[in-house]
Every structure is written in structure tokens, then in C-alpha cells.
């Protein structure tokens, strides 16, 4: 089945604990991209990747790092949590860039961060 | 950046009235403009998409109207059921060398009354 793999679905944690929130997907999409969900705000973009070793900001990139040294992997990665990054956060990819592709989106990972 | 508001942040409807979403984009060269439906508890989908050089697309119920002039695409749902209830994002990209970008609405969220 075609899809996009979060891990882990729920975790609370302290503030400067490191953590990273893994995502997969079997597709063989160029495109990741990893957003958070916040009441009134909408889907925020974090970042994206285009291809292989190949990553970028997106509108709220502070705070986070990503990696993609493989096609099907794109980690997010906080290195110190604190509270303003409690969220809900999606992983999301696509065939090609967003600009003429459906997103597939992950099933979402809460996060809390005490 | 570019920035995409959403309106209304919340709609209450009776079942078989028609329903009405409205996004404004500031970039003017963005290109694709998609509309993603959430259920509760659920992760975003895609419903229906539209490009710039389409000024309308419609499938079944849903119908997506864009006015490259005045910057702003909305989505339109006749016929409303229960069913229809969920947030819906709009999103647009960021043309020219943003490409990766794909920056969404704030979210409406939609209640269909029996």
C-alpha cells in the first residue's frame, strides 16, 4: 500500500530533550515536506526537500533540522523541544515538486513538548 | 513570503445549502492552487486542484473558481450532506525559485446541519 509513515504517532517530552520525529514513504517521491498544525494558523511549512541532500526552509524552519541522505526517508529533528513546539505535525510527499502534485500526507504526530 | 488568507474561519450550514470558501494569495506567480479536506482526527486530502490557466474546474459537488487579476480562488460545494463536515485548507505555491513552497490557509471549518 502506498503511503507515508510517521513515527512516533504521540509523544510528550520536556524542553531541551532532543527528539526526532521519523518519516518514510514507499512511493519513490522526490519531494518531502514536514508542516505543524496549530488552531487558527493552519498547516505551517517547516521544511522541504526536492530531492536527495537537496533541503530547505520553509516559512517556520527555526528551531528544527531535517536531513534526507536517503530518497525515502526525512527525518525532523528537534534539538532542544521547548513548549511553542507543542504541535501536530505532518509529513507529507509528493511525486515532483508541490507546484503540479498531490501531496500524500503522513497521519500526523502529536507532539508535547513540557 | 508568500501569504494566503482564508475566509470565513468557520461556516454553519443546512444540509443541501450551498457552501462557500474564499482564499486571497499575494504572489503573484503562483501557479497551482490546490484544496485539501480534513476530517476530524483524520490528516489532509486533496479534493480538488486548479492551475493558472483554468479559470474553473468543477467534479460533482465541488467546484474551484481562480481570478489570477484579483488574487483569490474559491472553492464551492452545492448540495451540502453531514459528511461534507471538515476543515478545508486552501494552499497555493510560491512560483520563481520558491518552488518547493507550498503555503496553506488558515483553515475553514465547515459544519453541515441534518
Known amino acids: 500500500e502506498a503511503q507515508v509513515t510517521q513515527n512516533p504517532r504521540y509523544l510528550i517530552t520536556v524542553t531541551g530533550k532532543k527528539l526526532t520525529v521519523t518519516c518514510s514513504q514507499n512511493?519513490?517521491?522526490?519531494?518531502m515536506s514536514w508542516y505543524r498544525q496549530d488552531p487558527g494558523l493552519g498547516l505551517r511549512q517547516i521544511y522541504y526537500s526536492m530531492n536527495v541532500e537537496v533541503t530547505d526552509k520553509g516559512d517556520v524552519p527555526e528551531g528544527y533540522k531535517v536531513s534526507r541522505k536517503e530518497k525515502r526517508n526525512f527525518p525532523l529533528i528537534l534539538e532542544s523541544p521547548s513548549p511553542n513546539q507543542t504541535s501536530l505535525y505532518f509529513c507529507?510527499?509528493?511525486?515532483?515538486?508541490?507546484?503540479?502534485?498531490?501531496?500524500?500526507f503522513g497521519a500526523g504526530s502529536r507532539l508535547t513538548v513540557l | 513570503g508568500e501569504n494566503v488568507e482564508q475566509h470565513p474561519s468557520t461556516l454553519s450550514v443546512q444540509e443541501g445549502d450551498s457552501a462557500v470558501i474564499k482564499c486571497t494569495y499575494s504572489d503573484s506567480a503562483s501557479n497551482y492552487f490546490p484544496w485539501y479536506k480534513q476530517e476530524l482526527g483524520k490528516r489532509p486530502q486533496l479534493i480538488i486542484d486548479?492551475?493558472?490557466?483554468?479559470g474553473e474546474k468543477k467534479d460533482q459537488r465541488i467546484a474551484v473558481t481562480l481570478n489570477k487579476t484579483a488574487k483569490h480562488f474559491s472553492l464551492h460545494i452545492t448540495e451540502t450532506q453531514p459528511e461534507d463536515s471538515a476543515v478545508y485548507f486552501c494552499a497555493t505555491n510560491a512560483g520563481g525559485t520558491s518552488y518547493g513552497k507550498l503555503t496553506f490557509g488558515q483553515g475553514t471549518i465547515l459544519t453541515v446541519h441534518p
Open positions: 486548479i492551475r493558472s490557466n483554468v
Open positions: 512511493m519513490n517521491h522526490e519531494y
Open positions: 507529507a510527499s509528493s511525486l515532483a515538486g508541490p507546484g503540479a502534485n498531490v501531496l500524500t
